[in-house]
């Protein structure tokens, strides 16, 4: 319990300080929040937790073939602010956007013999 209790707040802290930051320099916000910090503490977490380097191997390889679809809510999202929805119009038609380009991107790799789930 002392373990989970430990990620949480690490990562917590992490998010929190990209936030902070932001509020003061966005362009430094977004190195950091670019940084696989978060998949780092990911894979850090899995081996601690299980030894298992397959696992972490397999981890690392699956975030590198998911972060693509990715891309779809970081350009949408500021397309939108940039042509006047609010942000919450936009956050949420990013998110949709993003699901669809997930669910269309999982069909062509699941057509080539790539199955994510």
Do not use: C, Q
């Given at each position: 319990?002392?373990?989970?209790?430990?990620?949480?707040?690490?990562?917590?802290?992490?998010?929190?300080?990209?936030s902070?930051?932001?509020?003061?320099?966005?362009?430094?916000?977004?190195?950091?929040?670019?940084?696989?910090?978060?998949?780092?503490?990911?894979?850090?977490?899995?081996?601690?937790?299980?030894k298992?380097i397959?696992?972490?191997?397999?981890?690392?390889w699956?975030?590198?073939?998911?972060?693509?679809p990715?891309?779809?809510?970081?350009?949408s999202?500021?397309l939108?602010?940039?042509?006047?929805?609010?942000?919450?119009?936009?956050?949420?038609?990013?998110?949709?956007?993003?699901?669809i380009?997930?669910?269309?991107?999982?069909?062509?790799?699941?057509?080539?013999?790539?199955?994510?789930?």
């Open positions: 319990m002392i373990r989970f209790i430990i990620k949480v707040i690490l990562t917590s802290v992490l998010i929190v300080t990209i902070e930051v932001g509020k003061r320099n966005s362009i430094m916000a977004a190195v950091y929040a670019s940084l696989p910090l978060t998949t780092l503490l990911a894979i850090v977490w899995l081996y601690l937790d299980t298992d397959h696992k972490v191997s397999s981890l690392s699956n975030v590198l073939i998911a972060v693509v990715s891309f779809v809510f970081l350009i999202l500021p939108l602010i940039k042509y006047g929805f609010s942000f919450w119009i936009s956050l949420s038609i990013s998110i949709i956007l993003t699901v380009a997930y669910v269309i991107y999982v069909t062509i790799l699941k057509h080539y013999g790539i199955n994510l789930f």
